[in-house]
Nanobody
Framework: QVQVVESGGGLVQPGGSLRLSCAAS????????LGWYRQAPGKERELVAT???????NYADSVKDRFTISRDGAKNTVYLQLNSLKPEDTAVYYC????????????WGQGTQVTVSS
């Protein structure tokens, strides 16, 4: 089992920044990718960014050049730096730890709310 716990959400004005954190614990040897996803009201959950154990990153086109995913292996923590925030970035942001191609090794956090509004 793997547990992932998000923190760092909040209310920010357009153009502002936030940093989200996701602390992972448990059987971490079973996962090879950590990522952030988001779900806005009335919309499906979507990929924001992922990072592999090897440090390879992948971003949704809508957040490229604004968001940065990184990880601290010593702390088993993955971060998402959100810059130049827009109202359309408002969503619940979820952390996910999973193994590529596996339907079983797939763990989600409870989510953290990010609201971008003036």
């Amino acid at each position: 089992q793997v547990q992932v716990v998000e923190s760092g959400g909040g209310l920010v004005q357009p153009g502002g920044s936030l940093r989200l954190s996701c602390a992972a614990s448990g059987s971490l040897f079973s996962i090879d990718i950590l990522g952030w996803y988001r779900q806005a009201p009335g919309k499906e959950r979507e990929l924001v960014a992922t990072i592999t154990n090897g440090g390879n990153t992948n971003y949704a086109d809508s957040v490229k050049d604004r968001f940065t995913i990184s990880r601290d292996g010593a702390k088993n923590t993955v971060y998402l730096q959100l810059n130049s925030l827009k109202p359309e970035d408002t969503a619940v942001y979820y952390c996910r730890g999973f193994r590529a191609g596996s339907r079983i090794v797939d763990y989600w956090g409870q989510g953290t709310q990010v609201t971008v509004s003036s």
